[in-house]
């Protein structure tokens, strides 16, 4: 069974504050993907990556950044957290080959106060 | 601009009726379409999809239906069960990019005993 697992359930910062939230995949797949789920929105893609050291932007890029330096592992960083970023975080991935579902963490519920 | 919509927020089933959830899309260049579900406090799973050259797709109690020349799709769950109780998010995507998927608002089930 594939396995996304994201650092952490709850997490609560401050405004200015930098963010880190990290998402570790144990099946070997080449892409991973940030979404924030947001009531009424549904999931949105902030970045993702096809490959280490490789990040393409979603359709919500503004306010973040990644990094992927191992294939397993690929962070999302919020540079400067401001209160419309309180939102649920998720990660996934997927085989590059084909048409391949994705597979997501539990995700990451962010309050910035 | 959202190119695919589900304009139902919600949906309640008796129990051992059938569910449709509906969703409609805008890109006629999406070829793959799949359903998500997703339980509170977990990331979304992966349930059933469907390849643009079909018109159907069926796995047990889930049936997925396509009509390109509409711009829609609907998954049918036969016959529901509390468990079905969820939020359903359909998603497109596209052959080239990376697999991205873009996601419906989601609809949430609620199948009363």
């Known amino acids: 069974d594939v396995k996304v697992t994201q650092s952490s359930r709850y997490l609560v910062k401050r405004t200015g504050e930098k963010v880190f939230l990290e998402c570790v995949q144990d099946m070997d797949h080449e892409n991973m993907f940030w979404y924030r789920q947001d009531p009424g929105l549904g999931l949105r893609l902030i970045y993702f990556s096809y490959d280490v050291k490789m990040k393409e932007k979603g359709d919500i890029p503004e306010g973040y950044s990644v990094s992927r330096e191992k294939k397993e592992r690929f962070s999302l960083i919020l540079e400067s957290a401001s209160t419309n970023q309180t939102s649920m975080y998720l990660c996934?991935?997927?085989?590059?080959?084909?048409?391949?579902?994705?597979?997501f963490g539990d995700g990451t519920r962010l309050s910035i106060l | 601009d959202q190119q695919v919509k589900q304009n139902s927020p919600s949906l309640s089933v008796q129990e051992g009726r059938i569910s449709i959830l509906n969703c409609d899309y805008t890109?006629?260049?999406?070829?793959?379409f799949l359903w998500y579900k997703k339980y509170p406090a977990e990331g979304p799973t992966f349930l059933i999809s469907i390849s643009s050259i079909k018109d159907k797709n069926e796995d047990g109690r889930f049936t997925v239906f396509l009509n390109k020349s509409a711009k829609h799709l609907s998954l049918h769950i036969v016959p529901s069960q509390p468990g079905d109780s969820a939020v359903y998010f359909c998603a497109a995507s596209l052959i080239q990019g990376a697999q991205k998927l873009v996601f419906g608002q989601g609809t949430r089930l609620t199948i009363n005993p």
């Open positions: 996934a991935s997927s085989l590059l080959s084909g048409h391949q579902p994705q597979h």
């Open positions: 890109n006629s260049m999406f070829d793959y």
